[in-house]
């Protein structure tokens, strides 16, 4: 249930001015962009090169005089991407050099690789010498290296790549085409991708990291802009329900009446000043897919449609199926006197990266839109959905719960308002700092948003909020929600689970526990670095991490 995530280190980021009088540089530009190749305006210079923090990590650096184009890759990708995948290019205005970010969309972390600019007598290309260090940590001697890969399929059919040694065939170019966007085309068989490495092992004994793209174009991404309520409307704060109104969180409405629109802003909490426009006829409202939400560091996200299934299954839980593609709009019921915006149950709404498939930040299954009826609400009761006794060879239990957005009597909760407490044989449990390495001050009552970052005994999945404990001997757990509106302060009743086991919670107990290093062998007692971690449970599943031991 816990996951050790093998993570880059952020890239440093300043911002700088740069002077654009290159001539290589001015027949990139976008047409929006060109008439001021003489210097660079502060609006132009979308970020700045990654810096190396002093024995830290090992990033490209180089000198100031730098600017960005944002380009999207549009792409035929392996292993989940889109077009709302947002890659970046930096040229080097004093020189050849040319950086581009995020090169593979599985490994989206805000580095870069970096290439030459070559003008040849029929084309321009910027070439790639590989592998080169995507990202590296000092501190675990590993890190993630971008190169070359040779097309091969396991005995079970599964789709693999073998990092290519030979320097001849580990080097990409970026063409640039007709339409001047540049163009990778790696050679079929082969694939641009990223591996685990320790730093000091070769390129050719890394780990396929699961990224390969073989077709990438970078295209000028222009100008998107974000829809917003008009001013001259009157805005409410509405709730918005789904997921059998067990979730929701406060949006912002408003209806033109005069032109039969419906505006909801905050459809998606990230972006809550983006609207999603709908069109009135009658007792009915469409919406428009592909509509723009915002963007991210690596992703451009938009509404998009699917029809949703919700199924209980003995292997995967109670889950919602998304399935038949992508929807060109959605038709939901419209009650002017209720005031009430009601969408079909089987069709799901999702925040999603690009428009041509399912790569989405999040989702939200039938919503429903209606006012909020404020007062001074009382939360409904926590499920616990999920619980693993504490495990000594692993130093921590844990359980899942959900706590709902909706009141006991229909209200919209804030989640600003909104806490939890964990109770242990029916006293409640302080988290203090000398236990828990990500608690800053002991913590009886929990915010509803609370995470403790790389500790991970606390995280955050929509209204889902996972808690791993550090201490045994307890025979029984329990949680409770608080509500606090002023002065007053409402609670749900504790919800107990005996740790001695609970039928209608699933509880997996692990079998054996073995750690494999990155290439392949088994290791009986792990040192310092990255391991892969497989764990046996006694229903028959296994559970294989990478995990870094200190």
Not at 111 to 128: H, N, P, Q
Not at 134 to 161: C, F, H, Q
Not at 394 to 413: A, C, K, N, S
Request: with cysteine.
């Amino acid at each position: 249930m816990k996951n050790h995530y093998f993570l880059g280190l952020a890239c440093l980021l300043m911002p700088v001015l740069a002077n654009a009088s290159d001539s290589n540089f001015e027949r990139l530009l976008s047409p929006a962009q060109r008439g001021e190749t003489t210097a660079a305006t502060e609006a132009d210079v979308i970020w700045t090169p990654p810096c190396v923090e002093a024995g830290h990590s090992y990033t490209y650096q180089f000198e100031a005089g730098c600017t960005g184009m944002s380009r999207v890759g549009l792409t035929d990708v392996l292993y989940n991407t889109s077009n709302g995948i947002k890659t970046e290019m930096i040229a080097d205005t004093q020189g050849d050099d040319y950086y581009m970010k995020n090169p593979l969309p599985r490994t989206a972390i805000g580095s870069y690789i970096a290439g030459k600019l070559v003008e040849g007598d029929e084309d321009i290309y910027i070439e790639c010498q590989l592998p080169q260090w995507l990202n590296a940590r000092e501190s675990t001697n590993s890190g993630v290296r971008v190169g070359i890969g040779k097309e091969t399929k396991s005995p079970d059919g599964m789709l693999w790549y073998e990092p290519v040694t030979d320097p001849a065939v580990n080097v990409i170019r970026y063409v640039m085409n007709e339409d001047e966007d540049f163009e990778l085309t790696v050679p079929e068989g082969y694939a641009l991708i990223a591996v685990y490495n320790y730093l000091d092992e070769e390129w050719e004994k890394g780990v396929f990291a699961g990224a390969a793209v073989t077709h990438v174009i970078y295209k000028d991404a222009g100008r998107k802009q974000t829809q917003t309520i008009p001013a001259d409307l009157e805005a409410e704060e509405w709730g918005m329900l789904y997921s059998n109104d067990q979730r929701a969180h406060k949006v912002t409405v408003a209806i033109d009446e005069d032109n039969n629109k419906f505006y909801v802003a905050g459809f998606h909490p990230e972006y809550p000043e983006s609207a999603v426009v709908g069109d009135i006829a009658g007792d009915k409202i469409t919406f428009a897919a592909n509509q723009y939400i915002g963007e991210d560091a690596a992703s451009y996200f938009y509404l998009t449609f699917s029809k949703a299934e919700f199924l209980s299954t003995s292997d995967r839980g109670d889950v919602y199926d998304f399935k038949g593609g992508l929807l060109p709009s959605v038709e939901a019921d419209y009650d002017a006197d209720a005031r009430t915006v009601s969408c079909a149950m089987e069709e799901a709404w999702f925040c999603n990266a690009g428009t041509d498939q399912l790569y989405y930040a999040g989702f939200y299954v039938g919503p429903m839109y209606m006012p909020d009826n404020g007062g001074n609400p009382t939360p409904q009761d926590p499920e616990i959905l999920e619980v693993m006794d504490y495990m000594p060879e692993f130093g921590y239990g844990g359980f899942i719960f959900d706590m709902p957005m909706v009141g006991t009597e229909g209200e919209i909760l804030d989640p600003s308002h909104y806490t939890y407490i964990v109770y242990f044989d029916g006293e409640p449990y302080t988290f203090s700092p000398e236990e828990y390495p990500g608690v800053t001050v002991p913590m009886t009552e929990i915010p509803f948003d609370f995470e403790d970052g790389e500790a991970e005994d606390f995280r955050v999945e929509g209204t889902t909020h996972i808690v791993c404990w550090r201490t045994d001997g307890f025979e029984s757990l329990g949680v409770q929600t608080l509500y606090t509106s002023g002065d007053v302060v409402n609670r749900s009743n504790v919800v107990t689970h005996e740790l001695s086991g609970l039928e209608s919670v699933t509880v997996a107990t692990p079998q054996s526990v073995e750690y494999y290093n990155l290439t392949g062998m088994k290791v009986a007692e792990p040192a310092n670095g990255v391991y892969i971690k497989r764990v046996t449970f006694d229903n028959g599943k296994t559970l294989t991490s990478k995990v870094v031991v200190r």
